[in-house]
């Protein structure tokens, strides 16, 4: 799409109708079918990796509904769910226990395995940022203990070593 093209989205009563599926050929012209599209990025081979889960466009999608509220949907089984990019990658990777439903569509292996690397790098990078906080919590308490007795030694108040 060039710079001077818009892009209209549809009516609330057609996304709803898509949505509840009682405008089928809305559907078929709104989006590519999640199969279609997983059919024709598998004969491709590989799949580049995902930085975000939306950026996987023709599976995911966001938008606000009636209310106001974001939200976003799953265009493999079609359910919607809190607009959360870490909610939305635990459905479609089957974690339970995560306040979000588990993906009931058959998601082809090529896709499975793009979301199953992305929940994996952003768990990595998770614990590498809790690692590299409790490291630099040990360093801040190491010297202010160092700073508080070299002050009470100058002082004169204490003669213990620093733990």
């Known amino acids: 799409m060039s710079d001077d093209e818009s892009y209209e989205l549809p009516s609330a009563a057609v996304t709803q109708a898509i949505i509840e599926g009682t405008a089928p050929e809305l559907a078929r012209t709104a989006a590519p ?8 990025s598998s004969a491709a ?4 990796p995902l930085f975000e889960i939306f950026q996987d466009t023709e599976h995911f999608r966001k938008f606000v509904n009636g209310v106001g509220k974001q939200r976003s949907q799953c265009l493999w089984c079609r359910k919607d769910l809190p607009c959360n990019a ?3 990658l635990f459905h479609v990777c089957g974690v339970s226990g995560k306040g ?3 993906c009931t569509a058959a998601i082809p292996e090529v896709h499975k395995q793009r979301y199953q690397d992305l929940r994996k790098r952003k768990e990595r990078g ?4 809790a690692d ?16 508080v007795h070299a002050i009470a030694t100058a002082r004169g108040l204490n003669q213990d070593p620093p733990e």
């Open 86 to 88: 870490t909610k939305m």
């Open 33 to 40: 079918a999640p199969a279609a599209a997983a059919a024709a």
């Open 126 to 129: 998770k614990n590498q940022r």
């Open 100 to 102: 979000v439903s588990i």
């Open 45 to 48: 081979g590989k799949l580049p």
């Open 132 to 147: 590299a906080r409790y490291a630099l919590n040990e360093e801040i308490e190491m010297v202010q203990n160092s700073t």
